[in-house]
């Protein structure tokens, strides 16, 4: 039995709502898959995991603060 019978003979098995439900997930999948065969999902490598982009964020604040008060600060922050 090739894979195309079997997938048509377990679908005929689903009741009716089911079956709405797994159409609805194959086009899920469908969409998925075909954005990421156009090169739109972009895999991310090790190099993009760590973006910097808050770099110099804080510069404004060097004259009033030391880096070391920016550090507790920021940690202050990030406990709120």
């Known amino acids: 039995m090739n894979a195309l019978s079997l997938l048509e003979d377990k679908f005929n098995d689903l009741p009716k709502r089911a079956q709405s439900e797994a159409l609805a997930f194959i086009d899920s999948l469908a969409k998925k898959y075909k954005s990421i065969s156009s090169g739109k999902a ?3 490598s090790n190099n993009d995991l760590f973006e910097f982009n808050w770099e110099g964020a804080l510069s404004h604040h060097k004259k009033k603060f030391t880096a070391v008060e920016l550090q507790h ?7 709120i």
Do not use: P
Request: avoid cysteine.
């Open 42 to 44: 972009k895999k991310k």
């Open 73 to 79: 600060k920021a940690t202050e922050w990030r406990s």
